[in-house]
Each structure stands twice: as structure tokens, then as C-alpha cells.
């Protein structure tokens, strides 16, 4: 714990003055304080008699209300008015926010002008909002919502049909596992998916960190979940979410958060009032929805292994996306960690190779500091990541296949080619590999079976509380009884506690009114002043030091009492083998193998090879250009802004960006798989004209060149390239040196895991 500071050498009358400063300032603060809290309950109030309450700063109009569904849900898709002085352009792909519905109210991703929602606005991109009501339709379900999901980004898809893409969805938190059972089960449907502090691999974590995937085993399993939901009459009470999110740090939540407020009071107290009307506003969910999303993925962890299922028995398999995955993440981030956003690409694949395969594009940020709530709520992190997303999103869509790390670099004298680059950041992308992702730590083969057995005990004692306890306790819940309850919630009860409701608070106002027409702040560097905020830090301090001793335990206790043999035998799990290092210790948690998608991957490689002489002057020299650069495994803006330009300047060579993706994924995989004869039959592909051939050689050398000069292997590469398109149609020109034959990435491994 820190000292206490010293007082500096004053007279006694100057104590004494400062000390009526200090003690007056208090006063003065503890009065706007109790007001402040008297707005929050007040508004409160206000949204909790309100039918569709929301913190969207930006107008909106109804598109598709979700309560007139064939399959009702309590969500709805509006369309965001463009702010005034805002363009947009018809041609840019649309944005689809969703907002996470994980205890609070709708509207997060568009509490901000600088948000997703208006970095998306200033693009010139349409931008929609997927929000819900606070009262869940009776019966809804997960399947239910994502079905709607689907209609509402084919309604989208059909409002924009002259758009150049299809449309970007942005799924925050809980939003994002809700978008990827959609885009697995209708692949056909979203552009690219951004996944911003979304869980997917929920035991995935450290040791010492990342406590709260503990949670559902300390609690014996989901058996809690259910009794809440039947207390609540067949209603899941959102504020218990809220509490669990609280109860991480309780520091912040008892203390350093109102302290912030009493400490600037003069200055915090919109922003204060502004988070608090989304966080301090619960919503509900039906029983049933709860109890699929406990059982099946916080606890069950079936998303990523291929093991959940619709009602109507489809497995929802998330290799069958075939869109870009952009996954934003941060090490600040202790309720999604970069574990349990990324671990899911492991539990799917089990080499880079298989992801190229499979046609996918995977793009991953990871962020540094930032807190989970910062990811899509940051007015800094919307100027800077997403709103450089925004920007180069055509150029994710138009990645080849594989994995990559994007890496937002701030713009100094080293950028060749300034005039490219749009916005303040430098946007790229950086091939990575499957063990960059391993590198940022996991579990042990023991702990993976640890949380399966943590699985198996939910199961049990879940099937217990239904025989025995079930009956009883719905038996005495009722309407009434479950409305108390909600009322009761301590997350309620501190918001109408201070709002008007409360007689004692009624002279507040006028007092506070009086104490802002007469405010007597005291100087920052008041001797009690200074006391005071290090006796709030001493206290902060103790209150952390408390709460990592309380996860150690957890933490221990958990390890301790999953981690028997004996458990774990009683449970089924005792006869497995030890894992394999790097695989799960849990049979099953890896995604069974599909041998109709490995005979598919490696028809792939014969067909590539059949239509390698076929294509135009367009086919060729997107060949050169990514043969010239593949050996870097680097891309980034400026070669993309270099195409639009000369698609602007040369109308012929225009195809259409989707004609123009599928043949970047083309040239790319037949360079990858057969670069010999990609490169011998270049010269086919061009046209007999010479000038022609040389014009076509000059784009490519303008791309290409768009990052500034050329590497030594670029050079040579770019050479081959020239002696190519002078070549004409082919022959003895054509043919590559041995030197070419060993340049270049390793060709792609296809087949299955066990021989590829």
C-alpha cells in the first residue's frame, strides 16, 4: 500500500484555510454527486416505462421489425439516417451493426458519433443497426434470432442490389457467436464478418488470468442458470449478467467509478450519466434462451468443435463461412481475452494451410490495452481500428486466402507513395501462422479436460435440479412473485433508490442548482485534496490486492477439485488417453473431420490446374501482380488504392468487384499449388498486340510498385514478369529458371489432417 504523503510546510492559518476550502469543496461535491445520482435514477425510470428504449445518437427509421416474423424475436432492423453533411455513396457495401444482447440495453455500437456506426457514416457507406426490445417474444429462441439475423441482412442485400459487395456485418461481444452460427448456417448471405470482443472458445484462457471461464464449474454447472429462469417464471433476468460483470472488479464497482464522479464532478458527470443510461438498463431474455446459451456454449464450449446443432438437426459447422472473419481483440480485455477470440481458428484447423484449402480468409487485430467495453465503445479506437476497418474492408474481402495479422502503423517520413494512403494510419495485412496464434498462450491437455469434466458435472447436477427441485420451483414462482424479484434486484434498487421516486431526494435539485451558481471548487493542489486521492488510490489498491487473492482461490479450487481422477472417471472422462501436445485433452472438443470437404479441397488443386491456360489480358496480369509480392506475405492500402485508380482511368479493364475477387482467390491459389505452369502459360493469356501486352505490363508495375521499391526477390520476380509479357504467346521465353522452381512460399498441404 502507498504512504500517505507528507503536508508541505504551511503556517497553521494556512492549514486552516485550506482545510475550510477542502471541507467546503466536499460539501459542494457530495450535494452534485447525490444529483448526479438523481439523474441516473430519474432516467432510469424514464427507459424502464419506455417500450423500445435505446443510446443510438444517430436517427433511425424501421426496416424489418422482428416481432411480424414467421419465427418472431424480439430485434428489429433499422436503417441509420445519414447525419446532415453526411454522403453516401450507392456503390459502397452497406454496414450491418449488431448490437450484444448480454444483460444491457440496445444501441452501444452507435452511443457515439465516433462509433462503428459513424466511422462507417463517414466512409459513405449505408449503415444499418440490428438492436432488440427489452421484453423478449414468449418462446423465442437462439435458432429463432439468428433466423432473423438472416432475413434481416438479405432485406439489407436487396436494398443495395448496384452495391460492390455484399454487406459488412459487425457482431460486438455476444453479437458476434450470434452472426457466425447465421453466416455457417447461410454462407450465401454476409460480406465480410467483424467480430469485435466476441467469445468463441470459451475455456480458452491462461492460468493466473481470464477468471471468469472458472464462473460456470465454481457454480456446479448451469443448474443456477435454470433455477433463475424459473424463479423469474420462465424469465432470465439480464441485470444478473450485469452483476457477474461487476463482480470482476469490485474496486471499480463500489468505488473508483463513483469516486470518479465526486472527483470531477464539475466536469464527468455527462459521460458518467451517458454510460450509465445503456450499463444501468437490463433487459430480459426467456429462460430457454439463457439456459442454450449456457449449456451449449459458456459452459459446453460445442460452437467451435462442430457439436452444436439446430432443433431441425443441422450441425452448424463454422468452416462453412465463406467470408472474410476480421476478429478485433486486446490484451485489456479479461471477459473475451485474445484466447477466447481467437482459439476457435485452432479448434477448426490444425495447420495455416487447411484455411487456404478451405478458400477462407481470417484476419486478426490485436489491440494492446484497451478494456473490453473500450473495443466497441472507444471514441479513440473507432477514429483509429475501426474506422481504418471501414476503409479497407474491400481490401480484406479481396485478400487471398490464409491468415493474417492487420497492423494499423501511424504515417511519418518513411511512407513512400503518401498520396495513397487514406485516412491518418497505415493499413496492412501480415501473413501469420497457426503457432502465432498458440504463442499467445492456452491450456494445458489437463486443463482442456478439466473443463470438460466441468461440462459433465453441469450435465449432471443440471438433470438433477430438473427430477427433483424443478417441479417445486416452479410450482411456487408466479407473474407477481417474478416481477418482485426483477424489482428487488440490487442493480435496480441502487437507480430508483436516488431518483425522485425517494422523497428524501426531492430537495436535491434545488440545492445542487444553488451550489452550481456558487461553486467554491478548491485547488488541485490542496494539501487535503491530494490527501484524498491518495487515500483512494490506498483503497483501490487494497480492494485489487483482495480481489486477486479471491481468484487465486477460485482459480485453485477449480484446478483442484475438476483435476481429480476420481471425478473425472465418475463422469466418464477418467479412461482417455493423455492429448497430444497441442490437442485437446477432451475428445471431441476438435472438429470432427469432414471427408466430403477434404475430397472437395483436393479436387480443387485438379481443377486449378485444368483451367490454368484459360482468362484474358485481366487473368495475366493479376497472376504477375501477386506473383511479383507473394513471396513478402504483406499487403497492405496502397497497391488497393493503386487498382481503384486505374479501374477510374481505364473503363475496359473493369470487371466488377466480385468477378475481380474470385479471380485474385484464382491466380492466387494456382501460383500457390502449380507455379510453374501458372507462369509458363502467362504469355497465353495475353493478347497478340504488343502495345497492348506493354500497357498491361506498366499496370502491373504501377501496383506492384505502389509500396515503394521492390525487395531483391521482388525485383527478380518483377523481372521474370517483363521477360514474360514480351514473350507473346508463349514457347521457350515462357519457361521459369530453376531458381524459380525453389523461390516462393511452399506449395499448400490439401487432404486431410492425418495426410495432407
Known amino acids: 500500500m502507498a504512504d500517505f504523503p507528507e503536508f508541505p510546510s504551511m503556517s497553521p492559518w494556512s492549514l486552516f484555510a485550506a482545510g475550510q476550502d477542502y471541507w467546503r469543496d466536499a460539501w459542494e461535491r457530495s450535494v452534485l454527486l447525490l444529483d448526479v445520482l438523481r439523474q441516473r435514477g430519474n432516467a432510469y425510470l424514464e427507459r424502464a416505462a419506455a417500450t423500445a428504449p435505446h443510446v443510438l445518437s444517430f436517427a433511425a427509421e424501421v426496416v424489418v421489425d422482428g416481432r411480424k416474423l414467421e419465427r418472431p424475436v424480439n430485434y428489429a432492423l433499422v436503417r441509420i439516417v445519414p447525419p446532415e453533411g453526411t454522403t453516401i ?69 436487396a436494398r443495395h442490389p448496384d452495391a460492390q459487395g455484399k454487406p459488412v456485418l459487425i457482431g460486438n461481444c455476444q453479437a458476434g457467436w450470434q452472426i457466425m452460427i447465421m453466416a455457417a448456417l447461410r454462407p450465401d448471405l454476409p460480406g465480410p464478418i467483424m467480430l469485435a470482443g466476441s467469445p468463441l472458445s470459451y475455456w480458452a484462457g491462461v492460468r493466473g488470468k481470464n477468471p471468469m471461464r472458472y464462473l460456470g464449474g465454481l457454480l456446479g454447472g448451469t443448474w443456477m442458470t435454470a433455477l433463475a429462469g424459473d424463479l423469474g417464471n420462465g424469465i432470465f433476468d439480464g441485470a444478473n449478467l450485469v452483476a457477474n460483470f461487476e463482480a470482476m472488479h469490485p474496486s471499480n464497482t463500489l468505488w473508483s467509478k463513483p469516486y470518479n464522479v465526486y472527483s470531477k464532478v464539475d466536469t464527468e458527470a455527462e459521460r458518467f450519466l451517458e454510460f450509465e443510461k445503456w450499463w444501468g438498463s437490463p433487459v430480459l431474455l426467456n429462460a430457454e434462451e439463457m439456459q442454450s446459451i449456457a449449456d451449449e456454449l459458456f459452459v459446453g464450449n460445442k460452437l467451435s468443435s462442430g457439436e452444436l446443432q439446430t432443433p431441425d438437426g443441422v450441425r452448424v459447422d463454422l468452416r462453412n463461412i465463406r467470408s472474410p472473419i476480421i476478429v478485433f481483440c486486446s490484451w485489456g480485455d479479461d471477459i473475451t481475452p485474445p484466447q477466447q477470440a481467437l482459439h476457435w481458428i485452432l479448434d477448426l484447423y490444425e495447420h495455416e494451410d487447411e484455411i487456404v484449402a478451405a478458400g477462407q480468409t481470417i484476419v486478426y487485430c490485436l489491440h494492446q490495452s484497451i478494456g473490453h467495453l473500450g473495443i466497441f465503445v472507444s471514441g479513440k479506437v ?59 498462450g492456452g491450456n494445458a491437455p489437463e486443463d482442456e479436460r478439466r473443463f470438460a469434466t466441468a461440462a459433465r458435472v453441469s450435465e449432471v447436477n443440471l438433470g438433477l435440479y430438473r427430477r427433483f427441485a424443478q417441479p417445486s420451483v416452479r410450482a411456487m414462482a408466479s407473474p407477481e412473485s417474478a416481477e418482485f424479484l426483477r424489482h428487488a434486484h440490487p442493480n435496480r434498487v441502487r437507480f430508483e433508490l436516488f431518483s425522485d421516486k425517494n422523497p428524501l431526494m426531492q430537495p436535491v ?21 491530494v490527501l484524498e486521492r491518495q487515500m483512494s488510490q490506498n483503497l483501490v489498491q487494497a480492494m485489487d490486492g483482495w480481489t ?147 500497357r498491361m505490363l506498366d499496370l502491373v508495375k504501377r501496383v506492384v510498385t505502389a509500396r515503394g521499391e521492390l525487395p531483391v526477390d521482388g525485383a527478380q520476380r518483377l523481372a521474370e514478369i517483363e521477360r514474360l509479357f514480351r514473350g507473346g504467346s508463349g514457347g521457350e521465353q515462357s519457361q521459369t529458371p530453376a531458381r524459380r522452381r525453389t523461390a516462393g512460399p511452399e506449395p499448400v498441404r490439401i487432404g486431410g489432417r492425418n495426410g495432407r
Open 509 to 529: 435539485a434545488a440545492w445542487a442548482e444553488q451550489i452550481r451558481a456558487d461553486r467554491h471548487a478548491a485547488a488541485t493542489d490542496n494539501p487535503f485534496t
Open 548 to 694: 486477486a487473492l479471491r481468484d487465486q482461490m477460485q482459480e485453485a479450487i477449480f484446478l483442484g477439485v475438476y483435476g481429480s481422477p476420481l471425478l473425472q472417471a465418475l463422469v466418464g472422462l477418467g479412461s482417455q488417453e493423455s492429448a497430444e501436445p497441442g490437442k485437446s485433452a477432451a475428445s471431441g472438443r476438435r472438429i470432427a473431420r469432414d471427408l466430403g470437404r477434404e475430397a472437395a479441397a483436393a479436387q480443387l488443386s485438379a481443377d486449378l490446374l485444368a483451367r490454368i491456360e484459360q482468362g484474358g489480358a485481366i487473368e495475366a496480369a493479376v497472376r504477375a501482380m501477386v506473383y511479383v509480392r507473394m513471396g513478402e506475405g504483406r499487403m497492405d492500402e496502397r497497391a488497393f488504392a493503386a487498382l481503384r485508380q486505374i479501374a477510374a482511368e481505364h473503363p475496359d479493364l473493369r470487371v466488377g468487384f466480385a468477378k475481380f475477387k474470385e479471380i485474385v482467390r484464382e491466380q492466387y491459389l494456382m501460383l500457390l499449388l502449380h507455379r510453374e505452369a501458372a507462369l509458363r502459360t502467362v504469355p497465353k493469356l495475353l493478347p497478340e498486340d504488343a502495345a497492348m501486352r506493354g
Open 89 to 157: 455513396d450507392p456503390v459502397k457495401r452497406p454496414f450491418i451493426v449488431f448490437d450484444p444482447r448480454a444483460g444491457h440495453g440496445p444501441g452501444i455500437g452507435g452511443m457515439k458519433h465516433d462509433s462503428e456506426i459513424g466511422v462507417a457514416l463517414k466512409a459513405g457507406h449505408p449503415c444499418y443497426f440490428v438492436g432488440f426490445l427489452p421484453q423478449p417474444v414468449p418462446g423465442q429462441t437462439i435458432g429463432d434470432v439468428c433466423a432473423a439475423e438472416a432475413q434481416f441482412v438479405a432485406e439489407v442485400a
Open 382 to 440: 473507432a477514429t483509429k481500428e475501426h474506422g481504418e476497418f471501414a476503409q479497407a474492408m474491400d481490401l480484406v474481402d479481396l485478400a487471398p486466402p490464409g491468415l493474417y495479422e492487420a497492423v494499423i502503423t501511424d504515417l511519418d517520413d518513411r511512407v513512400e507513395h503518401r498520396e495513397l494512403v487514406e485516412g491518418d494510419y497505415l493499413f496492412h495485412l501480415e501473413k501469420r501462422g497457426l503457432d502465432d496464434l498458440r504463442k499467445l
